[in-house]
C-alpha cells in the first residue's frame, strides 16, 4: 500500500471518532436517565410533602 | 431495542464497508491507495450536509409548531453534523497531502466554505448554552441553524461557481448519474460507505434526540423542584408569621 499512513491515519480518526462519539453518548444518555429518574422520585415526594401540608 | 438492532446493524454494514474499501476494491491507477481515503470522506461530508439539513427543517418545524421535540432533533443534526464535518476535514486533508501535495488550501472555496460551515455549527452549539429557557433556546437556535444552513448550498456549489483545488463532482453532478466519471467498482464502493454511515448516523441522531429529551426532563424537574422549594419555604414563612405574636 502507498501512502499507507495517511489511509490508516484517514480511517483511523473517522471511524474511531465515530465509535467514540456513539460510546461517548450512550455513557451520557445512561447518566442522564439515572439523574432524570433520581430527580423524578425526589419531585415526586416533594409533591407528596406539599400536599400533605 | 429497536435503537440496538440498528447499532448494532450500522457496525457490521461499517466494519463490511471498510474491508472492502481497504482490502477488495483495487487502488486507483493515479492516486494509488489514497483514494480509499475518499470512501469516508464522501460520506462523512455527505451526512454533514444531511444532519444540518435537518437542523434546518426542524428549526423551521419548531418555529411554526412551537415543539420542543422539534428542538431536539435540531439539536442532535448539529451536534453531529458538527462530528461528521470535521471527520470530511479531516479525511479531505488526509488525501489532500498524498494527491495535492498540501493538507489545506485557504485560497480553494470548497476548504474554506467548509471550515466555515464547521466554524457556524459549533458556534449554533455554543449559542444554545446562553439561556436556560428551553422555548427562548429553541426558537433562537431555529433563526441561528436557518442562517447558518445558507453556507450548506455555497459549499456544494462552490466547486461549480468558483475555481479552485477542489474538483469538481465525481457522480453528484445529474448529469453522470447513469455514467459517473469513477469506475463502477469505486462508485459501488463509495455507495457501500455511504449507505453505512447512514445507518451510524441514523443510530447517533436516535441516541442525540433521546439524550436532548432526557436533559429537557432533567432541566423540567429541575425548575418544577425549585419552584416546589419555594412554595414550601413561603408557606413555612407564613406560618411563622401568623403564628408570631
Redesign the interface.
Known amino acids: 500500500?502507498?501512502?499507507?499512513w495517511?489511509?490508516i491515519?484517514?480511517?483511523g480518526?473517522?471511524?474511531g471518532?465515530?465509535a467514540g462519539?456513539?460510546i461517548a453518548?450512550?455513557r451520557?444518555?445512561a447518566r442522564?436517565?439515572q439523574?432524570?429518574l433520581r430527580?423524578?422520585g425526589?419531585?415526586e415526594s416533594?409533591?407528596t410533602?406539599?400536599l400533605g401540608? | 431495542m429497536k435503537t440496538r438492532i440498528l447499532?448494532f446493524t450500522a457496525l457490521v454494514a461499517?466494519a463490511a464497508a471498510?474491508v472492502n474499501g481497504?482490502f477488495i476494491v483495487p487502488?486507483d491507477l493515479n492516486q494509488?491507495?489514497?483514494q480509499?481515503?475518499m470512501y469516508?470522506?464522501v460520506a462523512?461530508a455527505w451526512l454533514a450536509y444531511l444532519s444540518f439539513g435537518v437542523t434546518a427543517m426542524a428549526g423551521i418545524g419548531y418555529l411554526v409548531r412551537r415543539d420542543l421535540r422539534l428542538d431536539a432533533v435540531a439539536l442532535a443534526g448539529a451536534e453531529v453534523g458538527v462530528?461528521l464535518t470535521?471527520?470530511a476535514i479531516?479525511?479531505g486533508m488526509?488525501?489532500g497531502?498524498?494527491v495535492w501535495g498540501v493538507f489545506w488550501q485557504w485560497e480553494d472555496p470548497r476548504l474554506t466554505t467548509t471550515a466555515l460551515l464547521l466554524a457556524l455549527y459549533a458556534g449554533y452549539l455554543l449559542f444554545r448554552r446562553l439561556t436556560d429557557d428551553p422555548h427562548r433556546r429553541a426558537a433562537r437556535a431555529a433563526v441561528v441553524g436557518l442562517i447558518a444552513a445558507i453556507d450548506i448550498p455555497i459549499v456544494h456549489f462552490s466547486v461549480i461557481w468558483w475555481r479552485g483545488l477542489h474538483q469538481g463532482p465525481t457522480i453528484g453532478d445529474p448529469s453522470k448519474i447513469l455514467n459517473p466519471s469513477a469506475p463502477p467498482l469505486f462508485v459501488l464502493a463509495l455507495m457501500s460507505m455511504l449507505a453505512a454511515f447512514t445507518l451510524?448516523w441514523g443510530?447517533?441522531m436516535v441516541?442525540?434526540y433521546?439524550?436532548a429529551r432526557?436533559?429537557w426532563?432533567?432541566e423540567e424537574?429541575?425548575r418544577?423542584?425549585r419552584i416546589?422549594?419555594a412554595?414550601?419555604s413561603f408557606?413555612t414563612e407564613s406560618m411563622a408569621e401568623e403564628s408570631a405574636p
Request: charge should be positive; charged fraction near 20%.
Open positions: 500500500m502507498s501512502d499507507v495517511f489511509v491515519a484517514g480511517y480518526v473517522i471511524l471518532g465515530l462519539y456513539a453518548l450512550a451520557r444518555l442522564a436517565r439523574a432524570s430527580i423524578r425526589e419531585a416533594a409533591t410533602a406539599d401540608e | 447499532g461499517v471498510t481497504l487502488a494509488g491507495d489514497a480509499r481515503i469516508v470522506h462523512s462530528m470535521a471527520f479531516w479525511g488526509m488525501w497531502r498524498p451510524v443510530y447517533l441516541r442525540r433521546q439524550l432526557t436533559e426532563e432533567i424537574h429541575g418544577l423542584g416546589s422549594a412554595r414550601r408557606t
